[in-house]
């Protein structure tokens, strides 16, 4: 019987508002009422997490959730931190290098602030972040030399997103994933779901059997092999499915809800007594 359930945000958990349905919601309220662990396990940072968790009263003392695409585990309601990793300033210099190389644009990403290196041209980054998380438009020369970097990441159009992941391919001592067909993000080495999952599950001492994984990119391949269920959204890009042992409906049409309703045999008046 699963003991947890691990969910990614955008374009799994949310719908195409960005938004999480009333049907979503309240099946989460129900089996966090009911003791199965709930973790949002998202690239985002925690401030763009915060509303959600709130949303569906994630915000117990032992309340755990992902950032950053397991590069900070951290307790929802203080900062008490399981496990963290960052990169240097002078880490993510070969980044630069390469940016300036071939023309690609460029955000740098700390815990609570987003330096956008406009030098190159402004990128689409801060429209897909929601307001709760400052940019500051600067240049490298400026970026803060002792900042802890949890990633940099590469936003534009899906075709320039494909040729800048096959370049950063090149890039050593770095993890490099995509996490929407619009958004590379390179982030510390063995920083992955899988990692971050890891160290949450060690915390409530949960096998990763007893895990469900819920996707729909290529950041969240190695955390549904991990998971004792690993499941692809209707919505998932063609290689989530493929190693996905279910695919269930798409984000819009409430696919985490349909299948845990499912699985748990959860009745409407149990949700709604």
């Known amino acids: 019987m699963l003991k947890a359930i691990a969910l ?24 966090s009422r009911k003791g199965i662990r709930v973790i949002l396990c998202s690239g985002r940072p925690f401030a763009t997490l915060k509303p959600f968790l709130d949303q569906l009263h994630l915000t117990k003392n032992d309340d755990v ?27 993510i210099q070969p980044v630069y290098d390469l940016v300036k190389e071939k023309g690609f644009h ?22 897909m972040i929601p307001k709760q998380m400052p940019f500051t438009d600067t240049t490298f020369a400026k970026v803060p030399a002792k900042l802890s970097i949890f990633k940099v990441v590469i ?4 075709e320039m997103v494909d040729t800048a ?42 096998p990763r059997e007893q895990l469900a994984a819920f996707g729909d990119e290529e ?15 209707g919505n998932a890009i063609p290689e989530i499915k493929k190693i996905a042992d279910i ?10 809800a349909k299948f845990l309703i499912d699985y748990f045999q959860i009745s409407p008046t149990a949700i709604h007594p």
Not at 72 to 91: E, G, M, N, P, Y
Not at 222 to 229: R, S, V
């Open 165 to 206: 992941s096959e370049a950063a391919q090149s890039l050593e001592g770095v993890t490099v994933t995509r996490s929407r067909r619009t958004l590379l993000e390179i982030m510390p080495p063995n920083v992955n779901k899988k990692n971050g999952l890891k160290a949450a599950l060690n915390f409530y001492r949960i």
């Open 247 to 256: 695919t269930t409906q798409s984000n819009d049409e409430d696919g985490v």
């Open 8 to 31: 990614d945000m955008d374009n799994t958990l949310l719908n195409s508002q960005k938004e999480i349905s009333v049907t979503n919601q309240d099946v989460l309220r129900y089996l």
């Open 155 to 158: 936003a534009g159009d899906p």
């Open 106 to 127: 460029l955000d740098v990403v700390a815990e609570d602030q987003v330096y956008s290196l406009t030098e190159f041209g402004k990128s689409s980054y801060e429209s």
């Open 65 to 91: 959730c992902i950032c950053f695409n397991g590069g900070l585990v951290r307790l929802v309601r203080d900062h008490t931190v399981i496990k963290s990793s960052t990169l240097t300033k002078s880490q």
């Open 219 to 233: 950041n969240d391949q190695d955390m549904l092999d991990y998971a004792g269920i690993g499941i692809a959204m």
